[in-house]
């Protein structure tokens, strides 16, 4: 079984896929880490050109949509948990731990989930 199959198990909340593939960078170095494409409050997935080797913490900025979202962009710290080659081998597919979001940026993600996600 494959890791992140096994933290697929292990997920708590549904997540929702996104209509847009919002961009999200790296705060400390300013380099786009990856394009988020699913997310709950208490993680997301990112998909990126470059692997991002797991139990890694990373403060990160991501741009929001403005027609939907107050603020222009969020900030927040994550964990990455899992790597693995994305359906296109070109890219790979990341997953983040998000537990410990203050309440401004749950209200953010809460907007994202609810305003630009798939009703599956």
Same mark, same amino acid.
């Given at each position: 079984? $494959? $890791?992140? %199959?096994?933290?697929g198990e292990l997920?708590?909340?549904?997540?929702?896929?996104?209509?847009?593939?919002?961009e999200v960078f790296d705060q400390e170095t300013g380099k786009l880490l990856g394009h988020?494409?699913?997310?709950t409050v208490k993680g997301m997935k990112l998909?990126? $050109? %470059? %692997?991002?080797?797991p139990g890694q913490t990373f403060s990160l900025r991501m741009i929001m949509? %403005?027609?939907?979202?107050?603020e222009r962009e969020v900030h927040f710290t994550t964990t990455s948990t899992w790597c693995s080659e994305d359906?296109?081998?070109?890219?790979y597919a990341t997953g983040f731990n998000t537990?410990?979001?203050?309440?401004?940026?749950?209200?953010?993600f809460m907007i994202l989930i609810n305003q630009v996600g798939f009703n599956d």
């Open positions: 079984m $494959k $890791k992140a %199959e096994r933290f997920r708590q909340l549904k997540r929702r896929h996104l209509i847009y593939y919002l988020l494409v699913d997310l998909i990126s $050109k %470059e %692997e991002i080797a949509p %403005e027609e939907y979202c107050p359906v296109n081998p070109d890219f537990p410990d979001l203050d309440a401004k940026t749950r209200r953010m």
